[in-house]
């Protein structure tokens, strides 16, 4: 099986099974999940899009029902990302929930201009090539995140 050809993870999963996995795979690392956290998570997990941090901010100060400022959200997104359950989308200043939290992996994002919907993929292939690549720098990478931008199925479907 190529992994490579795998559409995201996300939609095969259902969203509680999903984000139970990742706060697991969180709490057996030591790691704290908090009510904040778990609620950004779950909100980055059922977005179809990239989301930034501001729109998560008025997003959860509505469901959480208090005032929750931009600096806790960025603290949070931070932690997420170095747990490896959330990836920033560079290109879009805007976050995603990582579709393959249970290991440590290159996130590769295929992003639409048209709809802004992002799909994640695992490319073993790209992996060993990048490492490769570090290996021979004598570079130690800490955060691996590939982004491409272009057209989905749905708007290239839509535009013909
Ligand atoms: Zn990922
Ligand atoms: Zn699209």
Known sequence: M???KERSAKAEKSLPEAVQTAIESCRLRGAQVTPLREAVLTALWSADCPIGAYDLRDQLSETLGRNISAASIYRTLDFLCVQGLAARIESRNAYVACAHPE???TC????CNDCGASS???DKKLERLLAADAEA???AIDHRVIELSGSCVACQRAAE
């Open 2 to 4: 190529t992994r490579s």
């Open 108 to 111: 590769i994002h295929f992003v």
């Open 120 to 122: 994640e993929i695992e």
């Open 103 to 105: 290991h440590d992996h």
């Open 137 to 139: 720098l004598g570079f």
